[in-house]
Structures are given as C-alpha cells and as structure tokens.
C-alpha cells in the first residue's frame, strides 16, 4: 500500500490521498475515488443526478464550483452501496475529461 492520488478539477487542488482506490463500471474510464474527509473540494454542488447498478447500489453525482461555472458531474459518491461499492462507501470518486487525476506509489 502507501500509494498517493491527487484529483485536481479546473487547475485546482481538489483532493489528496495516501489511499486512493481505483473504482470502473462496465464501459465506464477508471476512476479513483477518496476517502471522506479527503477530498477537499471548494463547492460540491448536487446535480440530482444518479445511476443504478444491480451490483454497487445507487450513486450520487456531484457538480464541482473551482471560481466559475460549475463543472457538471464530476464525482460521485456512494452512500449506502451493495456488495461491490462497500469499500468505497462514503469515499468520493473523480473521472472524465475536466478532472486530471495524478498517481504515484510513493
């Protein structure tokens, strides 16, 4: 273990860890996703956006404000995951184009 992620949204620092987990769905980019508390991102917004998967549960999609418009859907988050997403139950996760995700094993 040990290793570290940094997401950053619009050219901002948006969230470090020393623990980031790799999150994918079927036709979906890898994500990496942060534990609570972690990502310390200026501005989550609710977008009322969600996705149901039979395996992981019902996720939670996030607009993210870095000084001007709010990048729409940007992260995620599942609150109360089934079986596959219980690992990353609470963490918030980043993928897509507007996000640069960084990952070092140090």
Partial sequence: GGGRGVARVGGAGGAGTRGPQLVSGTGLPVGVAFPPGEARVGGLLPSGTGVECP???????????????????ICW?????????????????????AVEIELSDR
């Fill in 55 to 73: 395996s992981k549960g019902q996720s939670t999609y996030w607009h993210v404000r870095t000084g001007g418009e709010p990048v729409p859907d």
């Fill in 77 to 97: 988050t599942y609150e109360t995951p089934l079986t596959d997403a219980l690992a990353i139950r609470g963490h918030v996760a980043f993928e897509g184009d």
